[in-house]
């Protein structure tokens, strides 16, 4: 069973940085690209970015690019998500998610989801 | 960027069919993939590659597409089919972007 566990969040103040993290575990991690999709207060979803397998392949949603980068360590089955210049629209719960496309590459069904982690940018 | 455009809100009857509607350009492309998300919970894969089924996944769930819209039906709804349901596709850009819809709250009366 797949198992997606984000850890990293908080309150930070505007400008400031925060990194996320993506434990993974009951998959062959490297197999598989990763995504990173936002959700603020009472909204809906918005995605972020995606890691390839290899990490070699990174893509970024006009929002957060420049300011947000991704990347992974198959070694520890983790991804991550390295959020700076913050501003209060950045407010959200984050999730991770597995792209279920694997030897296929990105292909963008995300499958299974993390549990969320909010990330909070407030002065 | 590509948007993706869904009714806010539609309600159905205990056991009767809905369709859920899904309007973008980028859609003329790529095949819309589907979420289903329940209050203080992560989304979960309802619908991909066109219309496939994750495992566990009522089959009274299914997919469709014709031209820029692509459209979810639940045929016979249950309670615990309340939820928002939110489409995605990959961007027309020609990179690996991805775009959601608003989402669609639908309740079963």
């Known amino acids: 069973q797949v198992q997606l566990v984000e850890s990293g969040g908080g309150v930070v103040q505007p400008g400031r940085s925060l990194r996320l993290s993506c434990a993974a575990s009951?998959?062959?991690?490297?197999?598989?690209?990763m995504h990173w999709v936002r959700q603020a207060p009472g909204r809906g979803l918005e995605w972020v970015a995606v890691?390839?397998?290899?990490?070699?392949?990174?893509f970024f949603a006009d929002s957060v690019k420049g300011r947000f980068t991704i990347s992974r360590d198959n070694s520890k089955n983790t991804v991550f998500l390295q959020m700076n210049s913050l501003r209060v629209d950045d407010t959200a719960v984050y999730y991770c998610?597995?792209?279920?496309?694997?030897?296929?590459?990105?292909?963008?069904?995300?499958?299974?989801w993390g549990q969320g982690n909010l990330v909070t940018v407030s002065s | 960027s590509s948007e993706l455009t869904q009714d806010p809100a539609v309600s159905v009857a205990l056991g009767q069919t809905v369709r859920i509607t899904c309007q973008g350009d980028?859609?003329?492309?790529?095949?819309a993939t589907w979420y289903q998300q329940k209050p203080g919970q992560a989304p979960v894969l309802v619908i991909y590659?066109?219309?496939r089924r994750p495992s566990g996944i009522p089959d009274r769930f299914s997919a469709s597409s014709s031209g820029n819209t692509a459209s979810l039906t639940i045929t016979g709804a249950q309670a615990e089919d309340e939820a928002d349901y939110y489409c995605?596709?990959?961007?027309?850009?020609?990179?690996?972007?991805?775009?959601f819809g608003a989402g669609t709250k639908v309740t079963v009366l």
């Open positions: 998610a597995r792209d279920r496309g694997g030897a296929a590459g990105i292909i963008g069904w995300f499958d299974p």
């Open positions: 009951g998959l062959t991690f490297s197999d598989y690209a």
């Open positions: 890691v390839s397998e290899d990490g070699s392949n990174k």
């Open positions: 980028s859609l003329r492309n790529y095949y």
């Open positions: 590659d066109k219309d």
């Open positions: 995605n596709s990959r961007d027309n850009s020609g990179n690996f972007v991805y775009v």
